[in-house]
């Protein structure tokens, strides 16, 4: 049975020792008995001036005394304590015709009930020492922990800082004059909502305009701990009439939590409990949502699904959560209370944005609750939009507190020093509360001072608890802010009866039920406010806490399989910490057991695209436990962050070590990404050519899926090269891999490239049943992204057979789906072809506002490739508005922007670069790009963008009456008409 530890505590203490003054020189030539009595009476009274102000002695060394206090019961003024017996002591010493000195300081120690020797250590019990041996005679000197607790109540002489041994830096230390007395304080106890009269209404007048107006409203709660943040948010949920209130919050640990908050209420929604087998999870939420893909997603998103079709986005993940909302408030007005938003990972807060944005015809209210640092990493959270509001919430007036006050003791007779309360509680409504609660548990017993803090407040009235519900909170509290009854019962296995003790903690109002209980048959509670678990935490050993954290992750596995793998893993991973903090490293078996988890979690944050988070977790899991496995996939995630410095060097080591011991699964994956890395960053095409077709040879026999990835790469180089040939021949290798795997997603991305390829090359015969293909492959697969590609190739198609209408249209459909889930770069890409075919039907003034907020999009995301294009165009445009200045401008710029190996936009920006020229009458260099051009291209066997360039040349010859120089561009243009070659296979 565990023992946790028992009787081990971090607690904030008070030591204080006391020592005679030259007692061997004071005692000499005296009688031994008499000198024995004498010694005697000042240990006796010692410790009754200990005891008697609450104190504890630990032990009696020579002629020193050494107590403390708040070990074992803490008291909100320990350190006042403390201080008053000092003088006391002293008082009693004097009287004794003795002279002594003592030492004082307050601090978190390490505390152990029933032992037989020192039960406090730590930096406090050293500083008083040498504080005790630094006073002079008949002096208390305290240390700066003490002087901070005893402020305003005990009057202090400061003295130079004094470097004690042992110190890196000198110690603050201050002596002890007199006590000052202040007047009494007080005593009670209930909590009605005052002071919010306001700030409610404006909650109710935001719903009701969101039901009548039937778009999203967003409102954010703005306040500090304690100030009711979450008080105001649930009056106001509970006094809504006929709307669906779901409700969930984001956790202050761990990695791979991003859509927590959404998974608490997607579940909610789907009748779904965290122990639900995976296949029963999904079905449930297929049965909730009318469409499969948008479950799908969400099943990602939430952790009941490993992966859909491979790694899906976050722009997806945001789609489906979208659709959600808005089938739920399609039927009643829908309220999503996200609480601790400041603890969100970016995707939810760009998730929760999107929905404040783009929810435009059902009644969605969004309430958010946070602490100002929100704003500290998201300065522009809720600004720009029309229906974004914001609530700060203040400390209560004076005369609102007091109203609190009157109404939490109106059926107690406490005596109350209500100016006291108010001054010491500052308008916090949480404080008012548990300072009322800590002085009607005394029932009336003599009124204590309160504390400076609300910390110090909570954590005597949870040491003055019976001992098991004492127990029970702490165990509680490394579960988190949510716990379980069944959990308990693994957790403090020396509590007799749990039931019991929960109850006397909800009677205390400490803990909360939790109306829904995400295991089943699990009864959940909550820590009324999160400070009263941090407080119970705080006071746990290090080692019980380790414990405590290892036995919950056990429990949970045990309950919940691997649906809360993030919650386990975070567990473990705090387990393996603090273990490693205390005895220099975690125990094998431990780091084995949180590397297996946190892995697990980031490989599925990899699926749902929440990359920041897989890199964190990986990263830790090879920290405990290196495998080669674990460091593909650490490396993976840089990948896919785009941190291609970091991918070099660990696919690297990655693929050597791999090689070496024949792993040639891992061995091929490494190389693969290695050539991505290599041609992304160093531009080098030679080498990523090289990596890459290594990699396809070593992945052969491998799974179809993840030879497509080599595949793939190969067929990128080949592309970024200019290799068309190549190219054509390993997508087709890639394609038959995604059909033989029954990758619907691989098959759309590379079905997409030959069919632009062929397009590219006028093979219209050969392009237009993959246009079909791919349109088909995202309605099955219900990709939004898939759906928005589709409609890009279908445009692409109309473009280069100049049906420019067709093609406008296309693209307009598949820019409305990219701004719907926040594909920024996509979306400026489909305003650069919209604005190209509207520059064809002669509309320059649309042009040219959608080419300028595209060059601007795309300098935001230095996106090279596509801004050398948005360029050019709009030189283009500058060229026909006669504005050759700033045509000349961006032509250059885009010339600047093109890349290297960039062979078509090589070819295209001189054209552009032409134009203007042209316009200049600067004809000898118009021509002489124009003619470079058109041969590069003619290189390339893109035989679409030859023609168009050749159309340019043959123009440039007719204006200036110089036909007969254009007649063998004329025959190759004529030779340039779309084809078809054989099927493709």
């Known amino acids: 049975m565990p023992t946790y530890h028992v009787g081990v505590e971090r607690k904030l203490a008070t030591v204080l020792f006391v020592d005679l003054v030259d007692s061997t020189k004071g005692l000499t030539g005296r009688d031994p008995e008499v000198v024995r009595r004498q010694v005697s009476r000042f240990f006796d009274e010692v410790a009754h001036c200990i005891v008697t102000h609450g104190g504890t002695v630990e032990k009696f060394a020579g002629d020193a005394v050494m107590a403390a206090f708040g070990i074992p019961l803490a008291h909100e003024d320990d350190a006042e304590r403390a201080v008053r017996a000092g003088l006391a002591t002293l008082a009693k010493v004097k009287e004794l015709d003795l002279q002594a000195r003592i030492g004082i300081e307050s601090g978190e120690v390490v505390a152990e009930e029933n032992h037989d020797s020192t039960f406090a250590t730590g930096e406090p019990v050293n500083i008083a020492a040498r504080l005790q041996q630094l006073a002079g005679p008949m002096e208390i000197l305290v240390g700066p922990g003490t002087a901070g607790l005893v402020q305003g109540r005990i009057e202090l002489e400061p003295l130079e800082a004094v470097e004690l041994r042992g110190f890196d830096r000198p110690v603050e230390t201050r002596r002890v004059v007199c006590v000052t007395e202040l007047g009494r304080p007080l005593r009670s106890l209930a909590a009605p909502l005052v002071g919010r009269d306001a700030e409610l209404e404006l909650l109710e007048n935001t719903f009701t305009r969101a039901v009548r107006d039937k778009r999203a409203s967003l409102v954010t709660i703005y306040g500090d701990p304690g100030v009711g943040k979450s008080r105001l948010a649930r009056e106001f949920a509970a006094g809504l009439d006929r709307a669906l209130v779901l409700s969930g919050r984001c956790l202050p640990y761990g990695e791979g939590v991003t859509y927590w908050p959404l998974a608490e209420m997607v579940k909610a929604s789907a009748g779904i409990s965290d122990d639900d087998p995976l296949d029963e999870a999904q079905k449930k939420l297929r049965e909730t949502c009318e469409d499969e893909a948008v479950a799908d997603l969400l099943a990602l998103a939430v952790g009941v699904l490993e992966a859909v079709e491979g790694e899906r986005g976050q722009q997806e993940i945001t789609w489906a959560a979208r659709a959600w909302a808005e089938q739920l408030a399609a039927a009643q007005p829908l309220v999503l209370m996200f609480e601790d938003v400041h603890w969100g990972e970016e995707p939810l807060l760009e998730l929760i944005e999107h929905l404040a944005a783009w929810v435009r015809e059902y009644p969605l209210l969004i309430l958010c609750v946070a602490r100002p640092e929100l704003l500290d990493v998201r300065p522009t959270w809720g600004g720009g939009r029309v229906r974004a509001t914001t609530l700060e919430l203040e400390p209560l007036q004076p005369e609102e507190s007091a109203q609190l006050l009157e109404a939490l003791t109106a059926e107690l007779d406490l005596p109350l020093d209500i100016e006291t309360v108010l001054a010491k509680t500052e308008g916090n409504p949480l404080f008012v509360e548990e300072t009322i609660r800590m002085l009607a548990e005394r029932d009336g017993d003599g009124v204590e001072r309160i504390p400076d803090t609300l910390q110090a407040l909570i954590a005597a009235r949870i040491d003055r608890l019976p001992m098991s519900e004492r127990t029970l909170l702490q165990r509680a509290s490394a579960m988190g802010r949510i716990f379980m009854a069944g959990a308990l019962e693994q957790l403090a296995p020396e509590v007799d009866d749990v039931g019991d003790a929960l109850d006397g903690l909800l009677l205390r109002d400490l803990i909360v039920r939790e109306p829904r209980a995400s295991i089943s048959g699990e009864q959940a509670y909550k820590f009324r406010h999160v400070l009263i678990r941090e407080v119970a935490y705080a006071g746990l050993s290090k080692l019980s806490r380790a414990e405590l954290h290892r036995a919950f992750a056990l429990w949970l596995a045990e309950k919940a399989g691997d649906e809360l793998v993030e919650i386990k893993a975070f567990h ?30 980031g490989r599925r944050a990899l699926s749902r695209e929440a990359f920041r988070s897989a890199r964190k977790l990986l990263l830790r899991s090879v920290e405990l436990s290196p495998t080669l496995e674990r460091r593909y996939f650490a490396a993976r995630a840089a990948w896919r962050l785009g941190d291609m410095t970091a991918v070099i060097v660990e696919m690297e080591d990655v693929a050597s070590v791999a090689a070496s011991h024949g792993e040639r699964l891992l061995q091929g994956r490494a190389l693969t990404a290695l050539a991505e890395a290599v041609l992304n960053q160093r531009a080098d095409a030679v080498a990523a050519r090289q990596l890459a077709e290594e ?88 990709s939004m992204i898939g759906r928005a590609q589709a409609l890009a190739t279908r445009a692409s198609l109309e473009n280069w057979r100049m049906n420019e209408v067709e093609a406008e249209a296309a693209y307009t459909a598949a820019r409305e789906i990219y701004r719907e889930i926040g594909n920024t770069a996509a979306e400026a890409h489909a305003n650069m072809m ?152």
């Open 572 to 601: 473990l991973d705090q387990a393996a910490r603090l273990l490693a903090e205390l005895d220099g490293a975690a125990p094998p078996e431990l780091a084995e057991e949180a590397a297996s988890a946190l892995s697990h979690a």
């Open 834 to 985: 919209i604005a190209r075919a509207a520059m064809a039907q002669g509309d320059l003034t649309r042009a040219e506002k959608l080419l300028v907020e595209a060059v601007r999009t795309m300098k935001g995301l230095n996106d090279r490739a596509r801004l050398c294009e948005a360029q050019r165009s709009l030189a283009e445009v500058y060229v026909k508005l006669g504005r050759l200045e700033e045509a000349e401008r961006l032509a250059l710029e885009a010339r600047a922007s093109v890349g290297g190996e960039d062979r078509i936009s090589l070819s295209t920006t001189k054209l552009s670069l032409a134009s203007v020229r042209a316009a200049q009458g600067r004809d000898d260099e118009a021509e002489a790009l124009l003619r470079e051009a058109v041969g590069e291209l003619r290189q390339s066997h893109m035989r679409a963008p030859e023609r168009w360039a050749l159309r340019r040349l043959v123009h440039f010859y007719a204006e200036r009456g110089r036909e007969d120089e254009a007649v063998g561009y004329e025959a190759r243009l004529a030779e340039l008409v779309p084809r078809s070659t054989a099927p493709m296979a």
């Open 695 to 782: 990699a396809v040879e070593v992945l052969t026999g491998e799974a179809p899926d993840i030879q497509f990835e080599a595949l793939r790469a190969a067929a990128s180089v080949a592309q970024w090269v200019g290799d068309a040939d190549a190219f054509e021949r390993w997508a087709k290798l890639a394609l038959e891999a995604a059909r033989t795997a029954g990758r619907k997603d691989q098959e759309v991305f590379i079905t997409m490239g030959l069919a632009e390829m062929y397009v590219l090359r006028l093979e219209i015969d050969e392009a237009e049943p993959l246009v079909d293909r791919i349109a088909e492959l995202a309605e099955e697969s219900g």
